[in-house]
C-alpha cells in the first residue's frame, strides 16, 4: 500500500498575483473615469454656452438657454437609460457648471436678491461636487 502524501498547491511565483493586482488597478481606473465622465454634461453645457454667445446680456433668453440646456440634458440622459441618480446628479453638475461659467441667469439672480460677489466659489463647488459624486459612484452609492 503506498503512502498518502499531501501535496499544497502553491502558486509558482508573486507574477501571477502581480498581473492580478496591475487589470484590478485598470479596472478602477476605468471606472473612475467612466464615473466621471457621467458627471459632465458636455451635451448640455454647449446648448448653454452658445445661448451665452448668443443672448449676452439678456437675463431672460440666457434662462431659456439654460433650460433648453437641462431639456437636452435630460433627453439625452433618459435616451441612454440612466437611473434616477445619475440623472439628478448630472443636473446639479449643470446647474454649478453654469454658475461657474458666469454671466448668466444665476448671478443676474444672486445680483437681484443683493447677494454680493461670490468670487471663484463656482469652481470650488464643482470640484468638491465631482469628486463627492465620483467617489460615490466608484462605491456603488450612484449607479
Known sequence: ???????????????????????????????????????????????????????KGKPGLLTVAMVCGALVLLLVRI????????????LVSYVLWVYAIGNGPIQYTLEALHVGETGGIGTFVIFVWTTVTTIAANFGWIR
Not at 16 to 28: G, T
Open 79 to 90: 435616451g441612454l437609460k440612466s437611473s434616477v441618480w445619475v440623472i439628478v446628479t448630472t
Open 1 to 55: 500500500m503506498m503512502p498518502l502524501t499531501f501535496n499544497p498547491i502553491i502558486p509558482a511565483s508573486g507574477a501571477a498575483n502581480e498581473a492580478e493586482k496591475k487589470q484590478m488597478r485598470e479596472d478602477n481606473r476605468r471606472k473612475t473615469l467612466e464615473n466621471l465622465v457621467k458627471q459632465l454634461p458636455a451635451e448640455a453645457t454647449a446648448v448653454y454656452l452658445m445661448g451665452l454667445d448668443l443672448f
